[in-house]
């Protein structure tokens, strides 16, 4: 017997996009139809064949869409308007079957008006949100970790077990480790005959990077996400900042290294899939509201040593 309709409409940054697979996995794995509308991931459809995903619609669709699902599952986006929209109109029409999962990891996430919705642990990571969403407010019977990504047949996971992946970029430069102290890194882990391969982002960010290569390193950039999941599948670690390719590497079950401005933000989204490790200033570097010199200055209270130590955990 075929289960209801549902829509999963989620945030449209990769390591939203991957994460908001658990759920998308675990209503398919009960039985239910699923829609997932994500702009980013479509690329890796072949990963997840079963989860059909696809690029938002205009608002000029959302009737449609309203029409389409028994069920919708709404990551909020204040800046969206057609997530606002559909946040309006289906809490108008059918409140109890349009539910508002909020993410960001603060204590006042309780504050929002369909906390209830979802009840989101802020100290908890998304992948873990979601799985529990499934299981104390859906009560699906069946309930599974993992975003249901499928490798290709023709990929050895791991295949070069001693090459290193390195994402020193992000969507923001205030949450970039340094670019010195990546160097500095890379070339400590040459000296173990580790195999580094820089992975800088687009064209642009290749450019510059270009110079690492004056030290033995790959600079490397992929056309596609389908390209980059199949790099990452087959390498052996990851060290990267706050973005979606960790979250990628994570869900591909590679062992992933973070850098990240704080403890709270590290606790809910931080890469979760793999064995990891998050590296974040101390809890007793100030961060006094209107200051915050945490926030502003967290690369510096990570240091070269603290992510040698780090990384040589994974490394064991």
């Not at 309709?5 to 759920?23: E, R």
């Not at 969206?80 to 109109?89: A, T």
């Given at each position: 017997m075929?289960?209801?309709?549902?829509?999963?409409?989620?945030?449209?940054?990769?390591?939203?996009?991957?994460?908001?697979?658990?759920?998308?996995?675990n209503l398919q794995l009960n039985g239910w139809k699923v829609d997932t509308y994500q702009n980013t991931i479509g690329s890796m459809q072949s990963w997840f064949p079963h989860i059909p995903v696809q690029s938002y619609p205009p608002l000029s669709e959302l009737p449609r869409i309203l029409n389409t699902y028994e069920w919708f599952f709404v990551v909020q986006n204040d800046t969206?308007?057609?997530?606002?929209?559909?946040?309006?109109?289906g809490k108008r029409r059918f409140p109890e079957r349009l539910k508002v999962i909020y993410l960001y990891p603060s204590p006042r996430i309780v504050n929002e008006p369909y906390y209830s919705d979802s009840l989101i642990e802020y100290d908890l990571s998304v992948a873990e949100n979601f799985r529990l969403f499934c299981e104390r407010i859906l009560h699906l019977p069946k309930i599974a970790k993992g975003n249901g990504i499928i490798p290709?047949?023709?990929?050895?996971?791991?295949?070069?077990?001693?090459?290193?992946?390195?994402?020193?970029?992000?969507?923001?430069?205030?949450?970039?480790?340094?670019?010195?102290?990546?160097?500095?890194?890379?070339?400590?882990?040459?000296?173990?005959?580790?195999?580094?391969?820089?992975?800088?982002?687009?064209?642009?960010?290749?450019?510059?990077w270009k110079e690492v290569e004056d030290l033995g390193f790959e600079v490397l950039t992929f056309s596609t996400l389908d390209l980059l999941a199949s790099f990452l599948y087959e390498s052996g670690y990851f060290i990267g900042n706050d973005s979606g390719v960790g979250h990628l590497a994570s869900a591909l079950q590679i062992p992933t290294m973070t850098f990240c401005r704080g403890k709270r933000q590290a606790q809910m989204w931080a890469p979760s899939f793999s064995p990891s490790v998050v590296l974040t200033p101390s809890i007793w570097v100030p961060n006094i509201k209107g200051f915050r010199f945490r926030d502003r200055y967290w690369r510096n209270w990570i240091s070269l040593k603290m992510a040698q130590r780090g990384i040589e955990k994974l490394l064991v």
């Open positions: 075929m289960g209801p309709k549902a829509g999963v409409f989620c945030h449209n940054g990769l390591g939203d996009g991957i994460n908001c697979l658990v759920l998308s996995n969206d308007p057609f997530i606002l929209q559909l946040i309006s109109e290709p047949h023709h990929l050895v996971h791991r295949k070069f077990a001693k090459r290193i992946a390195i994402h020193p970029t992000s969507a923001r430069p205030s949450r970039n480790w340094p670019r010195e102290k990546f160097v500095k890194l890379a070339l400590y882990l040459k000296g173990f005959g580790y195999e580094i391969a820089f992975l800088p982002g687009g064209v642009k960010e290749k450019e510059e």
